[in-house]
């Protein structure tokens, strides 16, 4: 590795419950995948094809670490979403194959600037820079599969300051996760190190400095960060 002309980057990872770290190497994420919250946002919550976008690797805010309060946002918003840990890649994989190709289930937070996606969508702008951002994708314990199993239904919530915000059942899930799986690999292969990043049920809302976050999905795990 002579050759660069700066050390490279630490690989980012995230912690896996019983131990070790899952390497990751893309962040992807399906938008307006629950009803609710497709209605919420102006959407149409029908079975259209679903649309991705991405976040960094390096967005990560693991092992309940701080997230600091990014700039140029009056309208910094929560989004509690179920994350698809994927360990063997593929392009055009089947639905019926998608979750042997997943490693775990984590619970994590796609922070968005609100105001900027606003912008964005009127002006059919990229959503880059209001979902991209740093620090915008806390997460949690990745579980492994073998403990969760594939979860088809649960309960997915997300508290602000003790109160309830957010929340759904992953039973609600507009496209399922081998189905997304599917659609995702359809545009890009796949490779070991990717997160999905599956939609968020209702009750997206503004966060402020200070504030503490703890998302639950049943079966899964938890997602806590406290924006500073
Ligand atoms: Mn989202």
């Not at 701080?66 to 910094?76: A, G, Y």
């Not at 937070?109 to 105001?115: A, E, I, K, P």
């Not at 740093?134 to 088809?152: M, Q, V, Y």
């Amino acid at each position: 590795m002579g050759d660069y002309v700066f050390n490279p980057a630490p690989r980012p990872a995230a912690p896996v419950e019983g131990g070790g770290f899952f390497p990751v190497r893309r962040i992807f994420c399906v938008g307006q995948n629950y009803a609710a919250h497709a209605r919420e946002m102006g959407g149409d919550p029908s079975r259209e094809p679903p649309f991705f976008f991405s976040k960094p690797a390096d967005a990560l805010v693991t092992g309940g670490a701080d997230t600091p309060f990014p700039s140029l946002t009056q309208n910094l918003h929560h989004e509690i979403e179920l994350v698809v840990a994927i360990d063997k890649g593929g392009a055009n994989i089947p639905a019926a194959r998608a979750e042997n190709h997943v490693h775990g289930y984590a619970a994590g937070l796609d922070l968005t600037r609100r105001d900027l996606q606003a912008e964005a969508r009127k002006t059919g702008k990229p959503w880059d820079m209001s979902k991209g951002f740093d620090n915008s994708a806390p997460l949690g314990l990745i579980r492994p599969a073998e403990k969760t199993g594939h979860p088809k239904a649960g309960r997915i919530s997300l508290k602000v300051n003790g109160v309830v915000t957010q929340e759904g059942d992953l039973a609600d899930l507009i496209w399922s996760v081998p189905e997304i799986i599917a659609a995702l690999s359809a545009y890009v292969a796949l490779a070991p190190g990717d997160l999905i990043f599956t939609g968020t049920p209702s009750g997206v809302g503004p966060l402020e400095r200070g504030d503490v976050l703890l998302g639950k999905i049943e079966g899964v795990g938890e997602v806590r960060t406290k924006v500073v």
